[in-house]
């Protein structure tokens, strides 16, 4: 089955800076990775989702970057603010179907006023 | 709309006893999941079910049964609780429209086996 890992584990960064978190996944087939956003206590929910179709994907501070040949993904958070410190997950899935949707081990972000 | 209620947010049972979560959305999704998670492990499926009528083991399947009651409900049981299924449990269900896919989360249920 697919493995996805993800790097690194906690990340700290002074407000204002950038962040990037990166993922590799194991099975050619995935094509859809989205990433969720776990505030402290909260639910996850879906920040920004990237198809195999397409490199890269933006959404105001939020870019999702895919290499589908080297089979790697990473999220990148620019001018970072106090209300992004949370547990970002990345995640794999085969044929769009959240069914066989694979997490990552998430990275716990800590923004740095 | 509440999106997704899941039920109890906690629970401390004792190893052996059995205890039920319960789930429900109101979005009219066909699809609905368990999911636990561990720290440093993220979140592993239990058990799907894609329809009503139809429930399917996940990644992590063993000490768990599910039962899809309707459209609309989807409820978790663990049967004889062992320490080892201490843990945080999520209940989501899945949009699939206009291309996008996305999995709605309930809050949360933290689980404690003694």
């Known amino acids: 089955g697919e493995n996805v890992e993800q790097h690194p584990s906690t990340l700290s960064v002074q407000e204002g800076d950038s962040a990037v978190i990166k993922c590799t996944y194991s099975?050619?087939?995935?094509?859809?990775f989205p990433w969720y956003k776990q505030e402290l206590g909260k639910r996850p929910q879906l920040i920004i989702d990237?198809?195999?179709?397409?490199g890269e994907k933006k959404d105001q501070r939020i870019a999702v970057t895919l290499n589908k040949t080297a089979k790697h993904f990473s999220l990148h958070i620019t001018e970072t603010q106090p209300e992004d410190s949370a547990v970002y997950f990345c995640?794999?899935?085969?044929?769009?179907?959240?069914?066989?949707?694979?997490f990552g081990t998430g990275t716990r972000l800590t923004i740095i006023p | 709309n509440a999106g997704v209620t899941q039920t109890p947010k906690f629970q401390v049972l004792k190893t052996g006893q059995s205890m039920t979560l319960q789930c429900a959305q109101d979005m009219n999704h066909n699809s609905m999941y368990w999911y636990r998670q561990d720290p440093g492990m993220g979140l592993r499926l239990i058990y799907y079910?894609?329809?009503?009528?139809?429930?399917d083991k996940g990644e992590v399947p063993n000490g768990y049964n599910v039962s899809r009651l309707n459209k609309r409900e989807f409820s978790l049981r663990l049967e004889s609780a062992a320490p080892s299924q201490t843990s945080v449990y999520f209940c989501?269900?899945?949009?699939?429209?206009?291309?996008?896919?996305?999995?709605?989360f309930g809050s949360g249920t933290q689980l404690s086996v003694l």
């Open positions: 990237i198809r195999s179709n397409v």
């Open positions: 989501a269900s899945n949009l699939k429209a206009g291309g996008v896919e996305k999995l709605f």
């Open positions: 079910s894609a329809s009503e009528g139809t429930t």
């Open positions: 995640a794999a899935s085969i044929d769009f179907g959240n069914e066989k949707l694979t």
């Open positions: 099975d050619s087939a995935s094509n859809y």
